[in-house]
């Protein structure tokens, strides 16, 4: 059995154990008073400053407008006054250019008119006409053929230049008809009341009969 003195001990212990207790809760309680623990509160706004810390951006100042410089006013010119020109004064000493005696005027002949292109075949504009000889070698040979003459007449009707514009392919068959043409006697070509040179073609025909 535990005896009266133990009893009193060990109650003295307890209360020295809450004695302690008691200190060290008025300690804590001393502490949390003078906040050397920081309180919720304030451990949220620490951490929020220690994650976005203010910005050290200045404050963007307004700068005035610049002013636009007066537009320039268009130069203008002086109109170009017309030049006038003045005649020349001349002095009487001065010698003036003799004018140049008028080109005489050259007065060239008339071209001969061209000569007129008869529709119809020599023979209607000439009375007196002969027809051409048939050669006797021609006859032998029995040489055939056609011939057209191309004749030009002056303006009394007479018989000038015979060209053969189409051959018989016989010389002497073509040389008989230029000869019978050049004895024609023919009227002149008429062109507004005045005689005129005119051509005209005449066609000769060589057959033998009976051949």
């Known amino acids: 059995m535990i005896s009266e003195g133990g009893l009193i001990k060990s109650k003295i212990s307890l209360v020295g ?7 060290h809760g008025i300690a804590i309680y001393g502490l949390w008073s003078y906040r050397f623990i920081p309180t919720p509160d304030e451990a949220i706004t620490l951490m929020v400053n220690l994650i976005d810390p203010p910005s050290s951006e200045q404050p963007k100042v307004a700068r005035p407008k610049p002013k636009m410089p007066p537009k320039p006013k268009p130069i203008e010119l002086p109109k170009p006054q017309p030049l006038v020109v003045e005649k020349p004064v001349l002095l ?5 250019t003799p004018a140049l005696p008028p080109e005489p005027i050259i007065e060239v002949p008339p071209l001969p008119p061209q000569p007129m292109q008869l ?20 006859k032998r040979r029995d040489e055939q053929g056609r011939v057209v003459l191309r004749v030009a007449l002056d303006e009394e009707g007479r018989v000038g230049q015979v060209q053969i514009k189409t051959s018989s392919g016989f010389a002497r068959l073509d040389t008989a008809a230029v000869n019978a043409v050049k004895k024609w006697r023919c009227k002149p070509a008429m062109q507004n009341g005045f005689a005129v040179p005119a051509i005209a073609l ?4 060589f057959i033998l009969e009976g051949r």
Do not use: A
């Open 119 to 138: 529709v119809n075949e020599l023979s209607v504009s000439c009375p007196e006409r002969i027809p051409p000889k048939y050669p006797l070698i021609s």
């Open 17 to 23: 154990l809450l004695v302690v207790l008691v200190l």
């Open 202 to 205: 005449q066609p000769f025909v």
């Open 92 to 96: 009487p000493d001065e010698s003036q």
